[in-house]
Protein backbone atom coordinates (compact mmCIF):
# COMPACT_ATOMS: atom_id res chain seq x y z
CA UNK A 1 0.00 0.00 0.00
CA UNK A 2 1.18 3.31 -0.76
CA UNK A 3 0.78 6.34 1.71
CA UNK A 4 2.54 9.77 2.32
CA UNK A 5 2.95 11.54 5.33
CA UNK A 6 3.21 14.78 6.10
CA UNK A 7 3.89 14.97 9.82
CA UNK A 8 3.89 19.04 9.84
CA UNK A 9 0.10 20.05 9.87
CA UNK A 10 1.15 23.72 10.39
CA UNK A 11 4.43 25.79 10.43
CA UNK A 12 4.82 29.49 11.25
CA UNK A 13 7.68 31.15 10.47
CA UNK A 14 8.67 35.50 10.57
CA UNK A 15 9.94 36.23 7.00
CA UNK A 16 13.42 35.42 5.97
CA UNK A 17 13.68 32.45 8.35
CA UNK A 18 14.32 29.34 6.44
CA UNK A 19 11.55 26.24 6.41
CA UNK A 20 11.69 22.73 5.94
CA UNK A 21 8.35 20.71 5.34
CA UNK A 22 8.90 16.61 5.93
CA UNK A 23 7.30 13.81 3.63
CA UNK A 24 8.33 10.70 4.39
CA UNK A 25 6.30 7.91 1.65
CA UNK A 26 5.87 4.81 1.66
CA UNK A 27 5.66 2.53 -1.09
CA UNK A 28 6.38 -1.47 -2.29
CA UNK A 29 7.31 -0.13 -6.23
CA UNK A 30 10.74 0.56 -7.36
CA UNK A 31 9.34 2.93 -9.73
CA UNK A 32 7.58 5.76 -8.45
CA UNK A 33 7.86 10.02 -8.94
CA UNK A 34 7.56 12.38 -5.86
CA UNK A 35 6.14 15.57 -6.19
CA UNK A 36 5.51 18.95 -4.36
CA UNK A 37 2.38 21.36 -5.40
CA UNK A 38 1.69 24.31 -3.34
CA UNK A 39 -1.58 25.32 -2.99
CA UNK A 40 -2.56 28.96 -2.50
CA UNK A 41 -6.06 30.72 -1.00
CA UNK A 42 -7.15 30.17 -4.27
CA UNK A 43 -6.98 26.91 -4.26
CA UNK A 44 -5.16 25.86 -7.81
CA UNK A 45 -2.39 23.70 -7.22
CA UNK A 46 0.48 25.18 -8.33
CA UNK A 47 3.48 22.28 -9.17
CA UNK A 48 6.77 22.79 -7.71
CA UNK A 49 9.02 19.82 -8.67
CA UNK A 50 8.50 16.07 -9.79
CA UNK A 51 11.43 13.58 -9.06
CA UNK A 52 11.71 9.88 -9.88
CA UNK A 53 12.79 7.56 -7.68
CA UNK A 54 16.42 6.68 -9.80
CA UNK A 55 17.01 10.34 -9.22
CA UNK A 56 18.45 11.13 -6.27
CA UNK A 57 20.03 14.29 -6.94
CA UNK A 58 19.26 16.79 -4.47
CA UNK A 59 17.74 20.40 -6.16
CA UNK A 60 17.82 24.13 -5.91
CA UNK A 61 15.01 26.51 -7.78
CA UNK A 62 15.60 29.95 -6.64
CA UNK A 63 14.55 30.02 -2.96
CA UNK A 64 13.36 26.55 -3.21
CA UNK A 65 15.40 23.11 -2.62
CA UNK A 66 14.76 19.44 -2.03
CA UNK A 67 16.27 16.52 -0.69
CA UNK A 68 16.14 13.09 -1.95
CA UNK A 69 16.81 10.25 0.78
CA UNK A 70 15.57 7.07 -0.51
CA UNK A 71 17.53 5.56 2.37
CA UNK A 72 14.55 6.82 4.40
CA UNK A 73 11.49 7.31 2.48
CA UNK A 74 12.22 11.05 2.39
CA UNK A 75 11.34 13.84 -0.11
CA UNK A 76 12.03 17.17 1.96
CA UNK A 77 11.29 20.49 0.92
CA UNK A 78 13.08 23.54 2.73
CA UNK A 79 12.48 27.46 1.63
CA UNK A 80 14.95 30.00 2.41
CA UNK A 81 14.38 32.98 3.08
CA UNK A 82 10.83 32.35 3.41
CA UNK A 83 8.60 35.49 2.44
CA UNK A 84 4.37 36.13 3.53
CA UNK A 85 3.96 35.31 -0.43
CA UNK A 86 5.24 31.50 0.60
CA UNK A 87 2.00 31.31 2.97
CA UNK A 88 0.12 28.27 1.60
CA UNK A 89 -0.93 24.38 2.42
CA UNK A 90 1.93 22.35 0.45
CA UNK A 91 1.00 18.82 -0.73
CA UNK A 92 3.52 15.96 -1.15
CA UNK A 93 2.53 13.03 -3.57
CA UNK A 94 3.12 9.76 -4.67
CA UNK A 95 2.85 8.67 -8.12
CA UNK A 96 3.18 5.15 -9.17
CA UNK A 97 1.73 2.24 -10.58
CA UNK A 98 0.64 1.91 -14.73
CA UNK A 99 -2.06 4.81 -14.40
CA UNK A 100 0.69 7.26 -12.63
CA UNK A 101 -1.82 7.52 -9.72
CA UNK A 102 -1.16 10.07 -7.50
CA UNK A 103 -1.34 9.63 -3.60
CA UNK A 104 -1.52 12.87 -1.62
CA UNK A 105 -0.13 13.78 1.91
CA UNK A 106 -2.24 15.66 4.09
CA UNK A 107 -0.43 19.21 3.35
CA UNK A 108 1.64 21.43 5.38
CA UNK A 109 -0.61 24.86 6.10
CA UNK A 110 2.71 27.09 6.22
CA UNK A 111 2.22 30.66 7.40
CA UNK A 112 4.45 33.42 7.06
CA UNK A 113 4.49 36.28 9.20
CA UNK A 114 5.67 39.85 8.06
CA UNK B 1 0.96 24.37 -23.04
CA UNK B 2 -1.41 21.96 -20.67
CA UNK B 3 -3.95 24.29 -19.22
CA UNK B 4 -7.12 22.39 -17.87
CA UNK B 5 -9.96 24.46 -17.22
CA UNK B 6 -13.27 23.90 -14.99
CA UNK B 7 -16.35 25.12 -15.03
CA UNK B 8 -18.36 26.84 -12.71
CA UNK B 9 -15.53 28.13 -10.49
CA UNK B 10 -18.15 28.59 -7.92
CA UNK B 11 -21.52 27.45 -7.33
CA UNK B 12 -24.09 27.41 -4.57
CA UNK B 13 -27.06 25.82 -4.96
CA UNK B 14 -30.37 24.58 -2.76
CA UNK B 15 -30.14 20.87 -0.80
CA UNK B 16 -31.50 17.93 -3.87
CA UNK B 17 -30.47 19.42 -6.78
CA UNK B 18 -27.70 18.02 -9.32
CA UNK B 19 -25.07 20.13 -10.23
CA UNK B 20 -22.92 19.67 -13.02
CA UNK B 21 -19.10 20.13 -12.74
CA UNK B 22 -17.18 20.45 -16.28
CA UNK B 23 -13.35 19.64 -16.37
CA UNK B 24 -11.36 20.52 -20.05
CA UNK B 25 -8.12 19.88 -21.55
CA UNK B 26 -7.62 22.99 -23.30
CA UNK B 27 -4.59 22.37 -25.56
CA UNK B 28 -4.14 18.36 -25.18
CA UNK B 29 -5.45 15.09 -25.49
CA UNK B 30 -6.14 14.03 -22.11
CA UNK B 31 -7.50 9.78 -22.24
CA UNK B 32 -7.99 9.87 -18.55
CA UNK B 33 -8.95 12.41 -16.37
CA UNK B 34 -9.18 11.87 -12.47
CA UNK B 35 -11.13 13.60 -10.21
CA UNK B 36 -10.59 14.70 -6.50
CA UNK B 37 -12.83 15.98 -3.51
CA UNK B 38 -10.86 18.29 -0.87
CA UNK B 39 -12.99 19.05 2.34
CA UNK B 40 -12.03 21.96 4.23
CA UNK B 41 -8.44 21.74 5.88
CA UNK B 42 -8.03 18.06 4.64
CA UNK B 43 -5.81 16.61 1.69
CA UNK B 44 -7.15 15.74 -1.44
CA UNK B 45 -8.98 12.73 -2.23
CA UNK B 46 -9.00 10.49 -5.44
CA UNK B 47 -12.75 10.16 -6.36
CA UNK B 48 -12.66 8.03 -9.90
CA UNK B 49 -10.65 7.88 -12.47
CA UNK B 50 -12.20 9.13 -16.11
CA UNK B 51 -11.16 7.48 -19.24
CA UNK B 52 -12.49 8.41 -22.36
CA UNK B 53 -15.22 6.54 -23.79
CA UNK B 54 -15.59 4.04 -20.94
CA UNK B 55 -16.93 3.80 -17.48
CA UNK B 56 -15.43 5.93 -14.74
CA UNK B 57 -13.44 3.78 -12.08
CA UNK B 58 -14.58 4.71 -8.45
CA UNK B 59 -12.75 4.44 -5.32
CA UNK B 60 -14.05 2.71 -2.29
CA UNK B 61 -16.53 4.41 -1.01
CA UNK B 62 -17.49 7.27 -3.29
CA UNK B 63 -20.74 6.79 -5.22
CA UNK B 64 -21.12 6.06 -8.26
CA UNK B 65 -24.78 6.58 -8.57
CA UNK B 66 -24.56 10.24 -6.74
CA UNK B 67 -21.51 11.25 -8.26
CA UNK B 68 -21.87 10.52 -12.27
CA UNK B 69 -18.75 10.96 -14.68
CA UNK B 70 -19.12 11.21 -18.41
CA UNK B 71 -15.91 11.20 -20.36
CA UNK B 72 -17.65 11.53 -23.79
CA UNK B 73 -14.77 13.42 -25.56
CA UNK B 74 -10.97 13.20 -25.09
CA UNK B 75 -11.19 17.16 -23.58
CA UNK B 76 -14.02 16.71 -21.89
CA UNK B 77 -14.98 14.96 -18.19
CA UNK B 78 -18.37 15.90 -16.36
CA UNK B 79 -18.81 15.42 -12.94
CA UNK B 80 -22.69 15.79 -12.00
CA UNK B 81 -23.41 15.52 -7.93
CA UNK B 82 -26.64 14.15 -7.91
CA UNK B 83 -29.30 15.31 -5.27
CA UNK B 84 -26.68 17.58 -3.31
CA UNK B 85 -26.70 17.67 0.26
CA UNK B 86 -25.03 19.89 2.95
CA UNK B 87 -22.62 16.84 3.16
CA UNK B 88 -21.13 17.20 -0.40
CA UNK B 89 -19.75 20.83 0.12
CA UNK B 90 -16.48 20.40 -1.18
CA UNK B 91 -13.91 21.76 -3.17
CA UNK B 92 -13.47 19.08 -6.60
CA UNK B 93 -11.00 19.86 -8.49
CA UNK B 94 -10.07 17.53 -11.78
CA UNK B 95 -6.87 16.84 -13.36
CA UNK B 96 -6.25 15.42 -16.98
CA UNK B 97 -3.18 13.24 -17.80
CA UNK B 98 -1.13 14.29 -21.04
CA UNK B 99 -0.26 10.76 -23.11
CA UNK B 100 2.81 10.26 -23.95
CA UNK B 101 6.76 10.14 -22.60
CA UNK B 102 8.50 8.45 -19.69
CA UNK B 103 5.68 9.64 -17.28
CA UNK B 104 2.29 10.73 -17.83
CA UNK B 105 1.75 13.92 -16.33
CA UNK B 106 -1.20 14.96 -14.38
CA UNK B 107 -2.47 18.41 -14.37
CA UNK B 108 -4.93 20.15 -12.67
CA UNK B 109 -8.00 22.39 -13.30
CA UNK B 110 -8.74 25.60 -10.70
CA UNK B 111 -11.02 23.78 -8.55
CA UNK B 112 -15.06 24.08 -8.20
CA UNK B 113 -16.12 25.00 -4.95
CA UNK B 114 -19.65 23.82 -4.56
CA UNK B 115 -21.83 24.79 -1.44
CA UNK B 116 -24.89 23.30 -0.82
CA UNK B 117 -27.41 24.93 1.45
Known amino acids: AQKVTQAQTEISVVEKEDVTLDCVYETRDTTYYLFWYKQPPSGELVFLIRRNSFDEQNEISGRYSWNFQKSTSSFNFTITASQVVDSAVYFCALGQGAGNMLTFGGGTRLMVKP | GAVVSQHPSRVICKSGTSVKIECRSLDFQATTMFWYRQFPKQSLMLMAT?????????EQGVEKDKFLINHASLTLSTLTVTSAHPEDSSFYICSARAPGGSYNEQFFGPGTRLTVL
Open chain 2, 50 to 58: SNEGSKATY
